[in-house]
C-alpha cells in the first residue's frame, strides 16, 4: 500500500515538500487552513487574499540565488509561469554597485547568481496554480489542524494522524490518518505545544533579534521609470538604530522596509501612520528617490512584525528521534531573521532534502536520523551566522541608542579587529569585482556563509583595504543619512505641526 503522507501548511515549504515528493512518484495531502488564493492576476491576491496563517505574507521577500537555482533546477516550467506573472529575473551583473559596473567581466558560475523580483503573493499563487496540476497531490483548504494522533510504542510516539479543530469537523471529519506527518507549519507553528501533551520536548534554541520589521507598499507614479538600483545613494542600507531597503516586484510596485530595534520607542511610534513613515523615508538619501511624491504613491498603509528570532527545534537529541512519523520543515523547524531574506531559501532546501531521505529509506528511525544530519549540515552554517550577524546588530543599535561609537561598544581587540576588518570587506566589495562576485555568493547562499574568504585573492585584497584605515573604509560603507538625534529631531517637529 502507498504511504499516506500528510503534509500541514501549503506555504512555500509545504508545496515544495509536495512537490518534490510527488516528482518521486508519491501520493501526497496538503492540509491548509486558509483559503486558496483568489481568481484573477498578482493584484488581485496581493490585495483581497487573506492569509491570516502566514502573517509575513504581505511584507516583502527576497528570493535569493539558492532558491532560485533550485526551483531552475527542478522546475524550469515553473520559473517560466513567474516571468509570466510579472516576476523579474535579477543576474548579477544587474546587482553590481556602480562603482563596478564598467569592470564588470564574466566568469563561470556567475549564471547561477541571479534574484527573482515580485511579491511573495505573486509567488504562492503561481506556485498554488502549479501544484493543482499535479495528479498526485491534493490539496484540501480550510482544514484547521488543532493536534495529532499517536500511538504511544516502547521507546517514543508514533505518530498516526491529525485531529481538526472542532469548526472544520463537519467537512472533513474528526481525524485524519497519516503514515508521515509533516509539519510545514510555518513561523507559528502549534506542534511543539502538540508533541509536547505527549511528552516529547524538542530542544529549542531561540533567540530573539530585538527588532520590529515595517513595511508600506507603493506603486510608481503612472510614467515614473524605477529609479537606478546601483545609484549612488543605494536604496538599502543601515544607519546603525535603523536598517531600510526598497523591493522592487512587478509592474511599477514596490516595497520599502524599515527595522527598527525594540528600544527606538519614538521612531517605532512615529512609523507606524503612513506620514510618519514616508517622512522617515524621504529624509533617507538612498530611499528619496523612490518615495518622492512626484515619483510614487503608497498603496497600503504600513504594517509591522515583530516576534523576530532564530528558532531551531530539535527532534533528534543524540542520534535518537524523539517521535517516528514526524517531520518539521521549513519555518516549523528552524527560522532565520527575515532582514536576510534566507528563509524561503532554507525552506525550499530543507522540503527537497527531506523528500530525498522519505524516499531513500522506509524505516521511521533511519529517516528521522537522515534528516536530522542533512538539515545540521546544510543549514546549521547558515542559522548560525544568521544569529551572529543579529548579536552584532543588537549591539550595534544598543551602543548607538547610548550614544556611543560602535567601537568603544565592541570589547577587546578580537571584536574590534572584526569591525575593521567587516569595514575593509565592505569597502573591498564595493570597489573590487572579485571580492563583490564571492560576497554575493554567500550573500545568496550558493556556498556555506563566508566560504569566499578562503581564498588567498580576496584575503589579500580586504588587507589592502584595511591598510587604507578604518574611516576611509567605514565612509565606504556608510550611507549618508540623518544621525539618529537628527532623525529624532524631525519626527519631533512633525509631530509639534
Ligand atoms: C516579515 C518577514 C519577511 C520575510 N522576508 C523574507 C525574504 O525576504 N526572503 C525569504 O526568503 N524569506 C523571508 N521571510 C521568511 C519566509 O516568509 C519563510 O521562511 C517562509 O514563508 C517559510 O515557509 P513555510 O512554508 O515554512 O511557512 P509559511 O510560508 O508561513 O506557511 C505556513 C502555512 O501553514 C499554514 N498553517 C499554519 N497553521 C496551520 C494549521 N494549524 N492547520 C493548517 N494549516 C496551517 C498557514 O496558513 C501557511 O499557509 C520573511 C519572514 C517574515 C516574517
Redesign the pocket.
Known sequence: MAENIVV????????CTALSLAKRGLEITV????DPPPEGDADEAFFNWP??????FR??????GL?CNLLQDNYPDLLEDFYEAGARRVPFPDMLPRELEDKYVPEPGDERLWVLMCR?ATIETVLRRYVEKMPNIRILNH????GVIADQEADRPTIRGLKV?RDCIEAHGAEIAADVVID???????FPRWLAELGVKPEEENDDAEIV?Y?RHYKLNEGVEEPPRNAKDRPAGDLGYIKYGV?PAENGNFAVIVCLHNCEVELREAIKSGEGFDRVCRSIPGLQPWVDERQSHAVTHPFG?GD?RAVWRHYVKDGEPLVCNFFA????AL?TN?LY???????ILHAHMLAEVLCASTDPIERARDFDTRTEEALRPIFDTSRSEDRSGIRRALAIHEGQLLESAQKGWKNRFGVAFGDALAAAARYNLHVNRGMMRTVNLLEKPGEFLNDWRTNGIIFAYMLRGRSRNAAARMPRGPTRDEMLGLIDASSQV
Not at 143 to 146: A, C, E, L, R
Not at 184 to 190: D, E, N
Open positions: 500541514v501548511g501549503s506555504g512555500i515549504s509545504g508545496m492540509l491548509e487552513r486558509d492569509r491570516r496563517g502566514a502573517s509575513q511584507h516583502p521577500h527576497a528570493f535569493l532558491m511573495r482544514v484547521h489542524i488543532d479543530r510545514a507549519s510555518g513561523r507559528t507553528t502549534r520589521y513595511t523591493f512584525i523576530i520543515v521549513g519555518d516549523a527560522r527575515p531574506g534566507r528563509g524561503c531559501s532554507t525552506s
